[in-house]
């Protein structure tokens, strides 16, 4: 029995990575750097983007969200004062309200999603803080973001989803003077489990922190200028560029996905 649910998740996970290249491949047909954006719910995803791409296209970085949530259209809707293209999709049309986004999620809504008007597009996944980190979208990176209210413990009980990401964003920091909490012992946390990852401390309710973040967005799309010999015809997990984003092939293989059929 247990045999046979770990080869269903495997399998979901081939099919996935499947589409996630053909994802990739018209990512990079168009020059677009894409980024998902995790976090458990309400860590603060959407009010960082917020306060972080406000002004960004007048610096001369063409920035587009997807919005993945389960139902409505809140967070699109928030961004969409930002003069920036913005498309929701929702988990809930036809997906079952799954609590992550998958690569075929996001390859439906891609004929709404104007890659040509965009350097880099930041998918907003799911709330979720274990199912997102198994299924690659075709990305080039991962954020991760972690509010200091969730507890310092969370990289060792959730190793996943903090070894999946290039920068680890801890967000809320104005609520530290609040809360009996360590955040250097989160950090300390964070390495152990991913010794790589950048990371860095955010307010996106005072604005500290928002400048390093926002310079982070920015330096995304200089891959291509990087990777100009190299013609983009690599697949999902072969190519290896700054961000180091698909050396981590199939190692989610071993893991037990809630979904899989018991
Ligand atoms: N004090 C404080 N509150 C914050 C900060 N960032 C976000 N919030 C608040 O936290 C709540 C959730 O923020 P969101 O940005 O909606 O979080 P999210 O991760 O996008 O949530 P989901 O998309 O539902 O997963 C809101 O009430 C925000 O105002 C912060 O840095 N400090
Ligand atoms: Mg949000």
């Not at 972080?52 to 001369?60: F, K, T």
């Not at 803080?129 to 299924?135: D, H, I, K, Q, T």
Request: proline letters at 4%; charged letters at 25%; aromatic letters at 4%.
């Amino acid at each position: 029995m247990h045999r046979t649910k770990v080869r269903v998740v495997e399998d979901a996970l081939d099919a996935n990575n499947t589409i996630a290249q053909a994802n990739r491949a018209d990512f990079d047909r168009e020059h677009v750097t894409v980024i998902n954006l995790m976090s458990a719910p309400g860590a603060g995803k959407t009010t960082l983007l917020e306060r972080a791409l406000d002004g960004i296209a007048e610096e001369g970085t063409r920035i587009g969200v997807l919005e993945g949530d389960v139902q409505g259209s809140f967070d699109a809707d928030r961004l969409a004062v930002l003069n920036i293209p913005v498309v929701q999709l929702n988990t809930d049309n036809g997906f079952g309200g799954e609590c992550h986004l998958d690569a075929n999620m996001v390859r439906s809504a891609l004929p709404g999603v104007p890659l040509p008007e965009m350097d880099v597009l930041i998918v907003e996944n799911v709330g979720n803080l274990v199912c997102p980190a198994e299924f690659r979208i075709g990305e080039d990176a991962r954020i991760m973001v972690c509010s200091v209210t969730e507890g310092e413990d969370k990289p060792l009980k959730y190793p996943l989803m903090f070894r999946a990401c290039e920068l680890v964003v801890i967000n809320k920091i104005d609520l530290l003077q609040y809360l009996e909490f360590d955040v250097d012992r989160l950090e300390a946390n964070i390495l152990q489990v991913n010794p790589q990852a950048t990371v860095m401390r955010t307010s996106a309710k005072t604005g500290e922190g928002i400048d390093a973040f926002r310079a982070w967005l920015k330096a995304q799309p200089t891959r291509f200028f990087e990777d100009d010999d190299h013609e983009h015809e690599h697949g999902e997990h072969t190519h290896t560029h700054s961000h180091g984003a698909h050396s981590h092939s199939h190692e989610h293989a071993d893991h037990d996905h809630e979904h899989a059929p018991a």
